[in-house]
């Protein structure tokens, strides 16, 4: 008689699950999942104080304030290679969901990428890549194909001074990964014939500090009086070299380009200083690693070569080979077009 009325009790307990459409697996699942609402972003920028990772920051928040994810951002004070260790390590104790960063090094950091990743973190590299240590990230966001960084910013100083002079180059620092990569395709573009009458004579190192940029830029314009044009492919470095020119009168004769904001450069621009100088748009790459970051952390995107996915009011993205995406084509800024941009 007991065991017919637990029966009973059973059948009922069924039935009352099977009304509220619930079972024990599904209240797992439904404990276990997240909406884009539950999710925290991260990213953390090489150093703090750099308009350009400002414009990257201004993308992931216009992201957050349509999708509704938290989104906050961090950063070191300096470049060195390994000042972003501890806020990396921070925000694998806090249990983020994704951090996206700018990496410092191109290996340096590797180890704590792989602790959070252990832990389920997303890891996302943005606007450069640590080549050869793919497995340490999930994805990498390249502003434009690296590829070809190097080699336009050849082509763009050779125009500038009728392809023939003494160059240098003012990058950042001895460690980043992306400046290091496009000054080795500077050097590779200028074994092309085409550039037979342009000649590297150095490479200075800035560290992404506007001081120290402007010092180091001083000391070129010092050490080789017949210089023709300097590039500067980072936008702290390219202000300073600009402002260390304009004080010294050197303009037009001596060229100044690289990758800048049209803010940071458009005085420079007006008033002669600099000619012309390129960037892609660091506010959609952030809106682009925002939106693809969402998607990886939710599962509707899968970390992996061929994978797709659009972002709104950019279009459909491919995951390419190793896992690195495209943001989109650089914009060359002169008189002519600066005063159209406003990042």
Known sequence: MLNKKFKVLLAAVVVFLCLFGISAQGQEEAVGEKSVEDLEIVFIPKNSGNPYFDSIVGGFEKASEEMGFTFNTIAPATAEATSQIPFIKTQIQRGVDV???????????????KQAMDEGIVVMIVNSDIPGSEEYRDVAILPMDF????SSQIELMGSLIDYSGDIAVLSATTDAPDQNYWIEGMKEALKDPKYANMKLVDVVYGDDDPQKSLTEAEALLTKYPNLRGIISPTTVGVAATAQAVENAGRAPELQVTGL??????????????????ALWSPFDEGYLAANLAVDLALGNVAAEEGATFTVPGLGERVIGPNRVIITGPPTVFDKDNIDNFDF
Do not use: C, H, Y
């Open 260 to 277: 800048g904001t049209p803010n940071q450069m458009r005085r420079f621009i007006k008033n002669g200083t600099v000619t012309a100088f």
């Open 147 to 150: 590829e070809i960084t190097g």
């Open 99 to 113: 951090i996206a960063i700018a990496p410092n090094s191109p290996d340096a950091l590797n180890q704590v990428f």
